[in-house]
């Protein structure tokens, strides 16, 4: 058969037209794959328990005035534990970022690196973090049914003002006042674990419930 286009090359097989007159299919890269946030929601939530006993734990010190050693060890502990608590939730915060990127990425208003930058950097990090997290948040909403900031908001709102008592009033408070601000901070630690179940619970349930994301594509 002969090229209905150019009329003098033979068409390619199975088309009508040869291969200089065939239209090129753009290549189009694949999505990323959805990959559950479940596990390390979980790890999450459980280090930020931890975290809320340690806080709870600072508050009895700060009011029974224990022995300078046993002071120090709880500074410790509660030192490293904030450490990786850090890890894991930086973790989980980075996948269900990407997992955003694949339900809605036009909605994402900050680069992904800002996922983690945006905690380390002066003074963006008073709001970064939190835009990164509503930016995910609506993404994983179910379709139509926008998710309100409330819950986000009001963690934020106590994470910021922990970071502000600890650096105000850490340093030559009495004790009822340093009960005060591992108080914020025990209340901080509870509110981000429950953003974080329930930022996953919507993110792994419109993974299940969407037409082109199966419950296969969570790896």
Known sequence: MICASCHSTEAVTGETRCARCAPVTPFVPPSP????????????????GLVGAGDAVSIWADLAKPSFLTRSVLDIGQGALLLATAVVYLCWLWRVRGNADVFDASSQSLARWWTIGGWFVPFVNFWFPRRIVLDAWDASAPQGRPAGHGLVDLWWTAWVAGLIADRLLRV???????AVVDGIDLVAAVLAAVVVLKLTRMQHEKALRGPSLPSAALG
Not at 172 to 178: A, F, I, K, Q, T
Request: cysteine-free; proline content about 13%.
């Open 172 to 178: 030559g408070s009495g004790p009822r006042m340093l």
């Open 33 to 48: 794959p959805l990959r559950s946030p479940v596990g390390l929601g979980q790890a999450t939530v459980v280090m930020l």
